[in-house]
């Protein structure tokens, strides 16, 4: 995820506008804020340190 | 005068809220009124834990500076601040803020800096952490005094003097804090974050509708070649990207994220927290990033037509006006009220009136930092040096009170009598400063070798370089945006730089030698202080085996 965030692929790019307004390197970047969200909803369900609350 | 009117009732329902928070308190009868008063008797549940913790990272930075940021700079705002927090303040809560809620729990720790005596086996150096700490979130609290005068004389049209304005905030911010502690300052946090987001829906709705919708807003921004690079990110390079992706590792640093991680009822209520947060990122900086950016196209409005003449006139002729001139320029086009006149200017009275409100509760995050620093003086001075043992819990509380009318009258004192931008700079230094900070928690947590000595090492070099930053920033004056006055440079490259924004290191933001230098040294000073390393009986505290 933290390579993902640096995508020098739009750097340059403002169009397609997605749904007529939002500039594609916005809206990668709105789109990769809810990947954050499943990726740690992953995290915790698989990974959750459940330990530390004995 | 209605908005200023709307903006009085919100300050009285915040009061009123730290005051309930109080009659709870003392309705709960605690025999522990230190824990009670400084985290809520450690019993946050799921939904508050959530919006207050994020409320207390929302500053007035996050609303008005995105938006201005992103006003001058476009939509790289949102990846350079928001999407790259989304991503490491949940890791840092999910890796750090567990173990601290647990040790806390374990131990009844209060502060970062108690766990790091305990861990290390420390007494003074502990005090210095303190010192450090200390001494970089003291600017957030005048910046909220500063903020609330400039905001209670904005929506007063200059009815209530900035003088009195920064009083009654900094009565107000007192005043729950005082009464309702932790508690009253998660409650208020919480309203506050739900205000922010209420607020940006309605805002972005009515402003698209006044502005003949956004589509065509960002068609005109991309027929013109003043404002189509607003829309990419050609303007900065890769690496200033990249760096940029250092500066939420300030976020578990500071004192009053870390002691907000102990107010938790359960371990469970982490796991709503981690998850959602990047949720509520994109909900509050998206609609102030991209209305930053499409008040570009906002020229019928005179207030933000003449920021955009002005940000012309500095880019066309910077290089040839004197400092003074170029100040007067750079306040002129500063786009930290946009969201404001954009309102204003297409929004009726009553959402113009709820947005003063909602200004005001950015402004006012400073509560937790300044609980943050009443609890860290009680518990990692007074307590230390035996002020608990001698005089009592109540004496305890009463002087964390006492720290945080002393420290809102100073805050006020210096918002009076120095300007804003000093304070601007200041805490950019702090974001860094923490970030430097950071490798004092992993070390801690993960990192059974560290030493006392390392940690150490990592807080006179973080207050060192902090320093040097700001002496760096201040000796050399601002060149005009776009322009780069190159300081050290060897084989060509330029190693150190000056640019608008601020000094460069490599093309990138101080924090990333800053964190780097910081880490390396807690390597390199803990092996070779492996002497220090505390014995077995402290270790099985933190490792389990």
């Keep these: ?54 | 005068m209605i908005p200023a009117t709307v903006v009085f009732v919100y300050l009285a329902a915040v009061l009123a809220i730290g005051i309930l928070a109080r009659t709870t308190a003392l309705r709960s009868g605690s025999d522990r009124a230190a824990e009670d008063f400084f985290l809520a008797g450690r019993s946050l549940g799921p939904a508050v834990f959530l919006l207050s913790l994020f409320g207390a990272n929302m500053t007035a930075f996050s609303i008005l500076g995105a938006s201005g940021h992103a006003f001058a700079n476009g939509i790289v705002t949102y990846g350079l601040m928001a999407s790259s927090s989304a991503l490491i303040i949940p890791l840092s809560l999910f890796a750090i803020g567990t173990r601290l809620w647990a040790l806390g729990k374990r131990h009844g720790f209060m502060t970062p800096v108690q766990m790091f005596r305990d861990r290390w086996q420390c007494g003074h150096i502990g005090t210095v952490i303190f010192v450090v700490q200390a001494v970089l979130l003291v600017p957030y609290i005048v910046i909220a005094v500063m903020g609330g005068g400039t905001t209670l004389a904005a929506v007063s049209g200059g009815r209530v003097p900035f003088w009195i304005g920064g009083g009654v905030v900094s009565l107000v911010v007192m005043g729950y804090v005082f009464f309702g502690g932790m508690r009253g300052t998660a409650w208020v946090n919480a309203f506050q974050t739900v205000l922010f987001l209420s607020f940006g829906t309605i805002a972005v709705a009515v402003i698209a509708a006044g502005m003949g919708g956004f589509t065509r807003a960002m068609e005109s921004m991309l027929a013109s070649p003043s404002t189509a690079p607003l829309l990419t990110r050609e303007r900065v390079s890769p690496a200033y990207f990249f760096s940029y992706t250092f500066i939420p590792l300030s976020s578990i640093a500071f004192p009053h994220i870390g002691i907000f991680c102990l107010t938790a009822r359960r371990l469970e209520h982490f796991r709503r927290t981690i998850v959602l947060y990047p949720v509520c990122m994109i909900a509050i900086w998206l609609p102030s990033v991209f209305l930053g950016v499409a008040a570009n196209r906002a020229t019928e409005l005179p207030a933000i037509a003449s920021k955009i003449e002005a940000r012309a006139t500095l880019a066309a002729s910077g290089p040839a006006l004197d400092d003074a001139a170029r100040g007067r320029l750079r306040a002129q086009a500063s786009g930290d009220d946009v969201v404001l006149k954009l309102v204003e200017g297409y929004a009726p009275v009553w959402l113009a009136s709820l947005l003063g409100a909602a200004v005001m509760a950015a402004v006012m995050a400073s509560d937790s930092q300044i609980l943050a620093l009443s609890t860290m003086f009680t518990e990692d001075v007074f307590t230390f040096y035996r002020g608990t043992s001698r005089f009592g819990q109540a004496v305890q509380v009463q002087t964390g009170r006492a720290f945080v009318v002393l420290l809102t009258l100073i805050a006020y004192g210096i918002a009076l009598k120095v300007p804003q931008s000093i304070f601007d700079l200041a805490t950019q230094y702090a974001f860094a400063g923490y970030a430097a900070l950071s490798p004092l928690l992993v070390a801690a947590l993960f990192w059974r070798r560290s030493t006392k000595w390392g940690a150490l090492a990592v807080t006179i070099w973080t207050a060192a370089a902090v320093a040097a930053v700001a002496v760096l920033q201040t000796i050399v004056p601002a060149p005009p945006p776009g322009a780069i006055v190159t300081l050290v440079s060897l084989g060509g490259t330029d190693l150190i730089a000056r640019a608008a924004q601020g000094a460069l290191v490599l093309g990138m933001l101080p924090v990333v030698p800053m964190t780097l230098v910081s880490a390396l040294l807690m390597i390199v000073v803990s092996r070779l202080t492996a002497d220090a390393v505390p014995p077995p009986a402290t270790l099985s505290r933190y490792f389990s085996s």
């Design chain 1, 1 to 54: 995820m933290y390579v993902l965030h640096q995508d020098f692929w739009f750097w340059r790019e403002a169009r397609p506008l997605v749904f007529g307004f939002l500039p594609i390197g916005l809206f990668y970047h709105a789109s990769y804020t809810i990947a954050t969200a499943v990726m740690l909803w992953w995290l915790v369900r698989r990974h959750w340190p459940a330990h530390l609350a004995e």
